[in-house]
């Protein structure tokens, strides 16, 4: 078995191909098997030796996922911008529903929690 830095790839010994990678390292296939049955927050990497070597990959920062709970609460509030407009609050019976439900999607987002507990959309109740 070789495997190829420049292409990420693998390429068994018993098939002839047209060409191949100028980079390509000798792996045993135990290396070649352990860099196949990783788990999935695991990556592999092959030394020049043809060591095959298995690292965790990291999970988000707390930055990160506080940017990504940011994100989420943002394309909440736009979801119900609509409710807020004066003819549409007209119209919508419970638009204090919306009102206490985008307060508390705010609050999300200004102090971002790293497990935020989303409360539930209203369902517009139409005039």
Known sequence: MK?????????????????LPDDL???????????????ADEAFSVGADGAVTITKIPGPTDEQIKAAVKAEA???MAATDYT???????DLKNVAAFTEY????????????MEP???DVPTPDWA
């Open 25 to 39: 390292i000798d792996v045993s296939g135990e290396g070649y098997t352990k860099a196949m049955s990783r788990a």
């Open 117 to 119: 507990e989303w409360p």
């Open 84 to 90: 807020q407009a004066a003819d549409v609050a007209f």
């Open 3 to 19: 495997f190829s830095p420049s292409t990420g790839n693998f390429y068994p010994d018993d098939i002839a191909y047209a060409a």
């Open 102 to 113: 985008r307060a508390a999607v705010r609050a999300i987002f200004r102090n971002p929690p």
């Open 74 to 76: 943002r394309r909440l």
